[in-house]
């Protein structure tokens, strides 16, 4: 990488970055290496809920942790060396493959810790973003910042995502994602032995369940110490969707419901559904998980990604399908391809316009990919429906 000293950035000094989880962070992180002066405005207080959730390491989540924070992505992740591939008698074969696993919550953590603290302010929404000649005033509270560029990265359900397109409101798939996750230390040896090394999977009629091992919460590698993640892919039409998204406390949440607050009733069905549809090894996993999750899978594309000097990145642009292992790596790219169109182009103009072109393409693509996969495993529903008839509850 070019050494920051030597890179000149054309027509910017400082840039708002609007939503502080990963998208945001990548953004942020990336654009402080040029030396611009980077605010990032987070709605939520804390950090965010990752509800201890799995993702595939993919090369460019990989290079960027290493390149621009300095992690070692091997001493966070850990290491399969085969996929296996369960039938619905419980039998299974391996094939070699190997990948690494890791959290949500180590990406974020090795994040934030690059990012100067005082650059992040979370807690606090942004109500609005002006667009004027040479720049954008972002509205937080009373207060107005002006920045020379603003970065829309406030995912699937943006609040912003209008004031550059008018399309791109995520549309709801017909299908649903329970997750879990179990410390290895609640399962029984002779079961956890059955996972070690492997990402499993399960593709039934009309359904698709996959769990691997991901770190610890706090970061532990050591085998014992560690945690499963599954993820099981199940039908759900509009009303269905409904049913499962209204919580223990009858409160109606639109797009997912948090570990704990799945109703008693739709736990029930999980796991009557699990005891009658998945391999032996599989259903056992569901039995051992004290706080499922769910949420809802969306499709969101859009035909542009910039408006003025404002752009849309992450989920706010486009909201690919889980099956693509790929929702961090297109965030990630998102910043490492501004990066360097920032540093490379002689103009401001020139180095936005490179980057909509090549990230329309590649979330296009992508986008298509994920909703293939979908149809192949036989997941679609009949009629997709729009999230915006199913916001989530704040």
Request: aromatic share 8%; glycine share 10%; with cysteine.
């Amino acid at each position: 990488m070019t050494p920051v000293s030597d890179i000149k950035v054309p027509d910017i000094k400082s840039v708002g970055v609007v939503g502080g989880s990963l998208s945001g962070l990548f953004q942020a992180v990336a654009l402080a290496e040029l030396g611009l002066d980077v605010t990032v405005w987070e709605r939520s207080a804390g950090r965010p809920d990752d509800r201890g959730a799995g993702i595939v390491l993919q090369p460019g989540v990989a290079w960027f942790l290493n390149t621009f924070c300095g992690v070692d992505p091997d001493r966070i992740s850990i290491p399969v060396t085969h996929r296996q591939y369960f039938g619905r008698d419980g039998s299974s074969h391996l094939t070699l493959m190997g990948q690494r696993m890791i959290s949500w919550g180590a990406i974020y953590a090795s994040l934030r810790d690059r990012l100067d603290s005082a650059r992040y302010h979370e807690g606090q929404p942004v109500a609005a973003l002006a667009p004027h000649p040479g720049g954008v005033d972002v509205h937080v509270g009373d207060a107005v910042h002006p920045v020379d560029l603003a970065i829309i990265a406030d995912g699937s359900t943006s609040r912003h995502r209008e004031l550059v397109t008018p399309d791109g409101a995520p549309r709801y798939a017909g299908y649903v994602a329970y997750r879990g996750v179990i410390d290895e230390t609640e399962l029984p040896e002779e079961m956890s032995a059955v996972f070690r090394d492997r990402f499993s999977f399960y593709d039934g009629d009309r359904t698709q369940f996959l769990c691997y091992f991901i770190p610890g919460d706090f970061g532990e590698m050591a085998p014992g110490s560690r945690r499963m993640n599954w993820v099981w892919y199940v039908r759900a039409d509009a009303a269905g969707l409904d049913r499962i998204t209204t919580d223990r406390d009858g409160t109606a949440r639109g797009l997912s419901v948090p570990p704990g607050l799945i109703a008693p009733q739709v736990h029930a069905e999980l796991l009557a559904r699990a005891r009658t549809l998945l391999p032996e090894p599989l259903r056992r996993l569901v039995e051992h998980t004290r706080a499922p999750f769910v949420q809802a899978i969306l499709d969101g594309r859009v035909s542009r990604m910039r408006k003025d000097r404002m752009l849309l990145a992450g989920d706010a642009a486009f909201v690919v399908r889980p099956h693509t292992a790929a929702g961090a790596e297109k965030a990630a790219a998102d910043a490492i391809t501004l990066f360097g169109a920032l540093g490379q182009l002689p103009s401001l103009d020139a180095a936005l316009e490179a980057w909509e072109e090549n990230r329309l393409a590649e979330g296009t693509a992508l986008y298509r990919h994920g909703v293939g996969l979908g149809q192949r495993l036989g997941l679609d529903g009949p009629e997709p429906t729009t999230a915006a008839s199913v916001e989530p509850t704040p």
